[in-house]
């Protein structure tokens, strides 16, 4: 083990997520089930060896209540296990598996996210989620709120309409490496921009498509983690922060959240390989990438991010899948990953990953 | 200084529209509900039956799929039971003590919940009670009681169970399936 390497370090050294589609014909438990276990399987464990498991998934998304207890049945229901649940993105759960872990006195941990965005209507469903009480009585979805915040990142002359097409155009094209991905293909700016809006200043293909799907993936810690892969991606530091939920009370063109939890994470600025970041409309990668400063030569978002597959409550998580994957893969040395949670960029988390 | 306010009250009224979807495996199971016969699914590992279907094993985290099914018997044990007296809350029909109950079918490792028990006295009810299924007549018989979301019963089939008269149950038979 590299001297660098201490028991307090935590590695990626599994994962697995099913392709993301507009509508699965399964349970949320059934599309589960293979996921978890090819992540285990990838990891080269037994499923009884794991010492915590942590998933996130959003109830309201199906309308069944306690959804996420039987989704526990993808991780086995015998034995017995160690388990909690965010009703938040999987990347969250990764957080608090990470914590978990560095308690010592267990090796290895399983996290999931999941969702079935297909049961219901996005749209009328999240304002009632984020914000029953000033938000929702007013009509207002996540597609208007980030149609409000596009409008103010173009004010500010850092980004324009056609800045925001080719985020678009380069997902659809780096997506047609992922097998995973929903939406995917070579297509026009010009084209892009011909299409009408949908909340001005946005059109529809700057908002991440409905999907849905899961991802899992697996930690150990210090030398377990050493001896169940090659190379492993190591967690450097990760961090979440979050801001006031009303979006007039926050600067909605940058994202000081993201900037605090990426520094708190470690990132100094210094190159990078890779960055995914989890943003569900384009306007939020351009938000995202300026306010990290992602350095020149930073390959952003290779996986497509989620405008090409929108698994909420997993899309976060996949973004650490997808920047694991190329530490792990050699593609990559160092690689960041970011996910949100709440309206407009409202929490974010960052989590800096290196082979070594 | 003292203002004279106004309470401002504003109803919102809120509703959230869900479109479910039945599993291929719930469907199969639907189906054969509509010809008055149960089927689940044989975990091809640990061999037990599990109904309606899942689709998988949460014991071995096996998917499950046509191949494994298998059709039960619509007699078997009752295992559990609850009689509930109804409190006249918003909504609530029932006027009557009624019974909740789970029933273990013959063939199956598994109980249907929510099962109602007809023609035994409240006070005669036990465990281990031999039941047979009171299927609804065919035109009367719906899926709007099967969600794939791990509630609901086969209530909109089946109107009750009612006891077959034979000897009770060996307790091995059902002890290590009671819910």
């Known amino acids: 083990m590299p001297a660098d390497i201490g028991p307090t370090d935590i590695a990626v050294v599994g994962f697995a997520q099913m392709p993301a589609v507009r509508r699965s014909i399964e349970t949320e438990v059934q599309m589960l089930v293979p996921v978890i276990t090819e992540a285990i399987t990838m990891a080269g464990i037994d499923r009884r060896e794991i010492g915590f498991t942590c998933s996130g998934s959003c109830d309201y998304l199906t309308g069944g209540p306690f959804a996420f207890v039987q989704n526990l049945e993808a991780a086995g229901a015998w034995p017995p296990i160690a388990e909690s649940h965010v009703e938040m993105d999987g990347a969250w759960a990764l957080y608090e598996a990470w914590v978990r872990l560095l308690h010592g006195d267990i090796d290895t941990a399983l996290v999931f996210g999941s969702g079935k965005s297909s049961a219901s209507e996005p749209l009328d469903l999240w304002p009632q989620q984020l914000d029953p009480y000033h938000l929702a009585p007013l009509g207002v979805d996540p597609a208007s709120l980030a149609g409000l915040q596009a409008q103010a990142v173009l004010d500010t002359g850092r980004a324009t309409e056609r800045d925001l097409a080719e985020v678009v155009a380069r997902s659809r094209r780096n997506a047609l490496a992922n097998p995973h991905a929903q939406l995917r293909g070579e297509v026009d700016v010009d084209a892009l921009l011909a299409e009408p809006y949908v909340r001005q200043p946005l059109r529809r293909h700057d908002l991440g498509p409905i999907s849905d799907g899961a991802a899992a993936l697996v930690l150990a810690r210090g030398e377990r983690a050493r001896q169940l892969c090659e190379r492993p991606a190591w967690i450097r530091g990760i961090d979440h922060r979050t801001e006031p939920h009303l979006p007039g009370l926050r600067d909605l063109t940058t994202s000081a959240s993201t900037a605090l939890a990426a520094r708190k994470a470690g990132y100094d600025g210094g190159p990078l390989d890779v960055a995914e970041l989890h943003a569900p409309f384009s306007v939020q990668e351009v938000v995202l990438a300026q306010s990290l400063g992602l350095p020149e030569g930073t390959d952003v978002n290779p996986s497509g991010g989620a405008l090409a597959a929108n698994i909420v409550m997993a899309a976060g998580l996949i973004r650490i899948i997808e920047a694991s994957a190329r530490i792990m893969d050699g593609s990559a040395s160092r690689a960041l990953a970011h996910a949100t949670n709440g309206q407009l960029l409202q929490h974010n988390l960052v989590c800096l990953l290196e082979g070594s | ?179």
């Not at chain 2, 028990?117 to 099967?146: C, N, S, Y």
């Not at chain 2, 109107?159 to 091995?172: I, L, N």
């Open chain 2, 1 to 179: 200084m003292s203002v004279a306010k106004e309470d401002l009250v504003m109803t919102h009224l809120v509703s959230l529209t869900y479109r479910d979807t039945l599993p291929p495996t719930l469907n199969r199971f639907v189906d054969g509900l509509f010809d008055g016969r149960i089927v689940g699914h044989r975990c091809p590992s640990c061999r037990r039956v599990y109904v309606p279907p899942r689709g998988y094993c949460p014991l071995c985290v096996v998917t499950t799929g046509p191949d494994d099914e298998v059709e039960v018997s619509d007699r078997g044990i009752l295992t559990g039971f609850t009689v509930i007296t109804p409190v006249a809350y918003y909504g609530q029909q029932a006027t009557d003590p009624f019974v909740h109950a789970s029933a273990r079918l013959d063939g199956a490792d598994t109980t249907l919940v929510g099962v109602d028990i007809t023609g035994v006295p409240h006070d005669q009810l036990h465990m281990g009670l031999r039941v047979r299924a009171v299927w609804k007549p065919e035109e009367e018989r719906t899926a709007e009681g099967i969600t794939s979301r791990g509630w609901g019963g086969v209530t909109t089939f089946i109107d009750s169970f009612e006891a077959t008269g034979e000897p009770d149950a060996d307790p091995k038979d059902y002890q290590e399936h009671m819910f």
